[in-house]
C-alpha cells in the first residue's frame, strides 16, 4: 500500500468519492446518517483508488475476491494486472472465461501486447489453438505489436498465410477489410501473399475495394512487394464474376474506382454473374462520373 498521510488519504478518498456519477452519490448519501458513515466510505473510495493504480494490488484483489475471472478483469485493468496473476498466483494461462474468451484472446482485445508475447513462449498456449483466433481478433483490431508477437510463432503453429474462420481468409484479407494499413504493412513485409482467394474468390485488393479501404488500396497497388501481383490481377473476377471495380462502385467507394482506374483497371463494361457491369452497380453521381470515364476513354 502507499504510504500516505491522513490528510492526502481523505483528499483522495474525497477525490475518487466526488467523482463518482451524480445519481451514484445521491443513492450514498441519501444512506449516510453519521459522520463514520461518511469516513467508511471515504475510506473505501480510497482503497479503490489505489487498486486502480496499483497492478500488484489489482491482482491480488481479484485473485482473492473473483478467482474465476480475474484475468478477464485484469485485462480490463492493464497489461500489468494480468501478467501479476500469471506470474506470482499462478493462474492458467489458458483457461477461457465465461464468454469463452482465452487469456491471449482477452490480452489482444485490450492491446497488451507484452502480455501477448508472454503467452506466446508458454508450452501450453502453443499446443492450442488460441492463437490462431487471437490472431484474427488482432488483425481485425489493428493490433500491430500484438500481430508481430502472434507471428513470431513456428509455422507449425501460426504463419502470415493462415486460412482465419469459415471464410478463408488470411491475416491480410481481415486487415485489408478493416482497413488496417499499419498491419497491412507488417504482414506484407513478414511475407504476406496477396495472391491467395478466400472462399468467395476474393484478393485481398477485392476486399479492400469492397470496405472503401483507400489506404490500404494505395499501399497494394504502389509497394514493390505487392504492386505486380495487384496490378497484373486487377480485373480479376470473384467467384459471383465481380472485379475490384464492381465491389467499389456497388459499394459507393468512388475514391477506390478513381484509385483502380489510375492503376489501369479496364474493368469497367465486365459484367458480373447478374450481368452488371461497375456502371449498373454505382449509384447517383458515382454513376455519373464512371460513365465520364467511359466516354473519356472510347
Known amino acids: 500500500m502507499v504510504d500516505v ?14 467523482c463518482l456519477p451524480d445519481n451514484v452519490l445521491l443513492q450514498v448519501l441519501s444512506h449516510v446518517t453519521a459522520a463514520q458513515d461518511l469516513q467508511s466510505i471515504l475510506r473505501t473510495c480510497r482503497n479503490i483508488l489505489e487498486l486502480s493504480r496499483n497492478p500488484v494490488l489489482a491482482a491480488l484483489w481479484l485473485h482473492k475476491h473473483h478467482p474465476e475471472s480475474a484475468v478477464t478483469l485484469a485485462a480490463k485493468h492493464s497489461a500489468d494486472a494480468m501478467l501479476q496473476l500469471f506470474r506470482l498466483f ?27 508475447e508472454y503467452l506466446c513462449c508458454r508450452e501450453e498456449v502453443r499446443a492450442g489453438q488460441d492463437p490462431a483466433f487471437a490472431l484474427y481478433d488482432a488483425c481485425s483490431l489493428g493490433r500491430v505489436e500484438c500481430v508481430r508477437h502472434l507471428l513470431t510463432l513456428p509455422p507449425s503453429i501460426i504463419h ?34 496477396c495472391g491467395i482467394r478466400n472462399s468467395r474468390g476474393r484478393l485481398p485488393l477485392h ?22 501481383i495487384c496490378i497484373s490481377r486487377i480485373d480479376e473476377p470473384d467467384n459471383r464474376g465481380s472485379t475490384a471495380l464492381h465491389l467499389a462502385a456497388s459499394h459507393s467507394n468512388s475514391d477506390c474506382c478513381k484509385e483502380l482506374w489510375a492503376a489501369g483497371a479496364q474493368s469497367m463494361l465486365y459484367r458480373d454473374s447478374s450481368g452488371r457491369t461497375p456502371i449498373d452497380l454505382a449509384k447517383g453521381e458515382l454513376r455519373s462520373l464512371l460513365r465520364h470515364y467511359v466516354k473519356g476513354t472510347h
Open 90 to 116: 499462478g493462474h492458467s494461462t489458458t483457461a477461457k472465461d465465461s464468454r469463452h474468451v482465452p487469456p491471449i484472446g482477452a490480452a489482444v482485445l485490450h492491446g497488451h501486447a507484452a502480455v501477448v
Open 160 to 193: 502470415v498465410n493462415i486460412p482465419l474462420g469459415l471464410g478463408n481468409n488470411t491475416p491480410l484479407h481481415i486487415s485489408s477489410w478493416k482497413g488496417h494499413v499499419a498491419v497491412v504493412e507488417l504482414l506484407v513485409q513478414l511475407g504476406a501473399d
Open 207 to 228: 476486399i479492400a475495394a469492397s470496405s472503401g479501404a483507400l489506404a490500404v488500396m494505395r499501399f497494394l497497388l504502389a509497394d514493390d512487394r505487392t504492386r505486380h
Open 5 to 18: 498521510s491522513d490528510d492526502d488519504a481523505q483528499l483522495q478518498g474525497t477525490t475518487t468519492f466526488l
